[in-house]
C-alpha cells in the first residue's frame, strides 16, 4: 500500500477507514445495489414506501453515519505510534439481515411505517450483496478505541431523534421569523403612524400601505442597522 509506504517514509502521516455500508444515509435513493440498507428505513420513516431487493435473511455488514464522523475525527486525533507500520484499518460495524432491520423499525415506529416495506428480491441485486462479507476481525479497531453501533434499534432511534430534533428546530426558526417581522412591523408603525382617519381619505395613499416607499426606505434601513 502507498500509503503504508509513505507513512513509513516519513512523507506523510496517512491513515485509512475501511468503511462498512453505511446506514441510515440522509438524502434520497441512489444507484448503489447496497443502497437498500439505507431505503428500508429511511423511506418508511417519511411515509414513503420502499422496495426491498434482496430476501430477508440476507445478512450486511452497517455502521450508521454518526459512528463514520465519529471514527475519522478519532483516526485524526490518535498518534501516529498508535498506528504503527499498518496505515489501513477494518472499522467496527454491525452484522444484521434485512429482515432484522425490518423488524426493528417494526418495534420503533409500528406496524404501519414497517409495513411499507415491499418484498421485491431482485436477482442481480441478491447474488451482488451475496458476494460481500457480512463479518470482519475487527480486534485491531476496538484496541484503538474504536466503536460500533450497539445494535440496529439504537441506529433507527437515534436517526428518529435526530428526525425530532430538526423538525424542532425549523419550527421554532419559524417562530422566531415570525417575532422578528411582527416587532419590524411594530417599530415600523412607530417611526411611520397612520394618519388619524376622521372619515375624509377615501383609502391610506401608497407611502401609509405596509407596501409604500417610505415604510419600505425604512424597512431597508432598519435591517441594515442604520436607524
Not at 434482496?54 to 464522523?69: A, E, F, H, M, N
Not at 407596501?211 to 442604520?226: D, I, N, Y
Request: one cysteine or more; a positive charge.
Amino acid at each position: 500500500y502507498l500509503i503504508n509506504d509513505y507513512s513509513r517514509r516519513g512523507f506523510l502521516d496517512g491513515r485509512v477507514l475501511r468503511l462498512p455500508t453505511i446506514s441510515v444515509r440522509p438524502g434520497k435513493p441512489n444507484l448503489a445495489k447496497s443502497s437498500y440498507a439505507s431505503g428500508i428505513i429511511r423511506e418508511p420513516l417519511n411515509g414513503v414506501p420502499a422496495r426491498c431487493p434482496v430476501t430477508r435473511d440476507t445478512g450486511i455488514w452497517i455502521l450508521s453515519p454518526g459512528k463514520v464522523i465519529d471514527a475519522m475525527i478519532h483516526a485524526h486525533d490518535l498518534p501516529a505510534s498508535a498506528w504503527g507500520v499498518n496505515r489501513v484499518l477494518n472499522l467496527c460495524g454491525t452484522t444484521t439481515t434485512a429482515g432484522e432491520m425490518v423488524d426493528a423499525l417494526r418495534r420503533i415506529a409500528g406496524d404501519s411505517v414497517a409495513n411499507l416495506v415491499e418484498w421485491a428480491p431482485d436477482e442481480d441485486i441478491q447474488a451482488f450483496i451475496d458476494s460481500l462479507p457480512v463479518r470482519f476481525k475487527t480486534n485491531r479497531a476496538l484496541m484503538m478505541g474504536f466503536v460500533a453501533d450497539k445494535d440496529v434499534d439504537t441506529i433507527i432511534r437515534d436517526l428518529a431523534e435526530i428526525g425530532v430534533k430538526q423538525t424542532r428546530e425549523a419550527e421554532m426558526r419559524k417562530v422566531r421569523e415570525k417575532a422578528v417581522e411582527a416587532a419590524e412591523e411594530r417599530v415600523l408603525d412607530i417611526l411611520l403612524p397612520q394618519p388619524r382617519d376622521f372619515g375624509f381619505n377615501a383609502s391610506p395613499t401608497p407611502a401609509e400601505t405596509s407596501g409604500g416607499v417610505a415604510r419600505q426606505t425604512f424597512r431597508k434601513r432598519l435591517r441594515e442597522g442604520s436607524l
